[in-house]
């Protein structure tokens, strides 16, 4: 819980599979961790690459 004012946002329902908590509140099963992703070029476009789950 970062702000007090904003921190509501955090508790909202998830939208998407995986979820990645940088200093906020977590509510997945399996979060992901930052040690597990990997960012690189392909075909001239951004990827963010997940170890764990094999997939962008």
């Given at each position: 819980?970062?702000?007090?004012?904003?921190?509501?946002?955090?508790?909202?329902?998830?939208?998407?599979?995986?979820?990645?908590?940088?200093?906020?509140?977590?509510?997945?099963?399996?979060?992901?961790?930052?040690c597990?992703?990997?960012?690189f070029v392909h075909?001239?476009?951004?990827?963010?690459?997940s170890?764990?789950?094999k997939?962008g």
């Amino acid at each position: 819980m970062s702000e007090d004012k904003v921190d509501n946002v955090n508790r909202r329902k998830s939208i998407y599979k995986y979820q990645l908590t940088i200093g906020n509140f977590d509510t997945s099963d399996d979060p992901l961790q930052l040690c597990d992703l990997v960012l690189f070029v392909h075909n001239n476009k951004l990827v963010l690459w997940s170890k764990k789950y094999k997939n962008g």
